[in-house]
């Protein structure tokens, strides 16, 4: 099974500040990856798909990158209401794994 | 506007059943695969099963496998999840979300507002 493995665990951040959270795969996945944003008793809502796509009607300041078994998601100014746990997924026809989940507190 | 509206938690003892439903509106049901995640307290998602469209093709996570069942109604716009041999480990949120597509490669675009199972004697 592909094992997916965000770093870092918790990160204290500012507003305004450019933040990057990472996202490693246990072997490649090509860009069938996932970003989600969850806020406390909320359910999670999709950022991006296919690694690098934004979906509909999320703000521009997010952004991913990578492919194989190394990605990215980017903040690229930090808003008060980005504060939250995010995660990453695999994704593909039979399974699907998400990784542990990084909290962005406010520093 | 998509909604996804999840019933049938609660607290039950170890060893007992139950069914969640997810009752789906504003979108058309019985184009898209389904799929059912769930949160420990204080945890982070795990993806428990998921369903293609038409209902012929099922995946479970291996923690659930053999004691959880994933079906839908296309006729009433709904999903549900038939929850047997409960564990203290299966207490978490319920949320059940809307795939990309009918049946392969796809993420989750929309979500319920998720529902409890605590287990616990």
């Known amino acids: 099974d592909i094992q997916m493995t965000q770093s870092p665990s918790t990160l204290s951040a500012s507003v305004g500040d450019r933040v990057t959270i990472t996202c490693r795969a246990s072997q490649s996945i090509s860009n069938w990856l996932a970003w989600y944003q969850q806020k406390p008793g909320k359910a999670p809502k999709v950022l991006i798909y296919k690694a690098s796509s934004l979906q509909s009607g999320v703000p521009s300041r997010f952004s991913g990158s990578g492919s194989g078994t190394e990605f990215t998601l980017t903040i690229s100014s930090l808003q008060s209401d980005d504060f939250a746990t995010y995660y990453c997924q695999y994704y593909n026809s039979y399974s699907w794994t998400f990784g542990q989940g990084t909290k962005v507190e406010i520093k | 506007e998509v909604q996804l509206l999840e019933s049938g938690g609660g607290l039950v003892q170890p060893g007992m059943s139950l069914r969640l439903s997810c009752a789906a509106s504003g979108f058309p049901f019985s184009s898209y695969a389904m799929t059912w995640v769930r949160q420990a307290p204080g945890k982070g998602l795990e993806w428990v099963s998921g369903?293609?469209?038409?209902?012929?093709?099922?995946y479970y996570a291996d923690s659930v496998k053999g004691r959880f069942t994933i079906s839908r109604d296309n006729s009433k716009n709904t999903l549900y999840l038939q929850v047997n041999s409960l564990r203290a480990e299966d207490t978490a949120v319920y949320y059940c979300?809307?795939?990309?597509?009918?049946?392969?490669?796809?993420?989750?675009?929309?979500w319920g507002q998720g529902t409890l199972v605590t287990v616990s004697s």
């Open positions: 979300a809307k795939g990309t597509a009918t049946v392969t490669k796809y993420y989750f675009d929309y």
């Open positions: 369903i293609s469209s038409s209902g012929s093709s099922t």
